[in-house]
C-alpha cells in the first residue's frame, strides 16, 4: 500500500511541476503557474502523514516507511533544482531560450560538491524523519527495519562524497 503513495507522490510532484510550467508558458498565467510548483512541498507533507499514519495504526515499518522517508529528504533538499531544471527545458522548448551550459572543469567540479551538501541535507533529512519515527513508534521489532535505513543513508551520502572526490581528481573535460 506504502509503495502506491510514495509512486503517486512521485508522480504527483512531476504532474505538480509540468502543470505549473504548462500555466506559466502555455496558458501565460505566471502566479497560476506559481501556485501549482508550491504544490510539491504539500505533496511531501501526505506522504509523510500518510507514512506516520500507517505506523500509528500498528503498521510493522520495512523497507517502504525508509523509502518515504528518503523521497522527503531527497524531494527538500533536490526540489528546488529539479524544478529549476525542468524550467530551463520548457523555457528552451517553449520560448528558445538557450539551455544553461553544461558545466566543465572547476565549474562542474564545485556543481558536484554542491551536490554533496545537498546529498548532506536529505540524509539528514531522512535520518530525522526516521529518528522521529522510532521516538513516535518505538523501537521494538515492529520498527526494527527503520533502523537498517541509517546505514543506507550513510553509503548514500559516501557514494556522493566519492563522486565529488572524483571530479576534484579528474576535472570533466571540455567537450
Partial sequence: MLIVVIVACEVGFWVAVAGGLALRYLAGQRRAGAVVLALAPVI?????AVTALDLARGGRADWMHGLAALYIGV?????????????????????????PPRPTGWAHTRACWADVVRTLLAVVIAGAVVGVFLLAFGTGTRTAALVGWFPVLGVLLGIELLWAISYTVWPRRAR
Fill in 44 to 48: 511531501d507533507a501526505v506522504l509523510l
Fill in 75 to 99: 524531494s527538500l533538499a533536490y526540489g528546488r533544482r529539479m524544478v529549476a531544471w525542468a524550467d530551463a527545458r520548457f523555457a528552451h522548448w517553449r520560448q528558445g531560450r538557450p539551455l
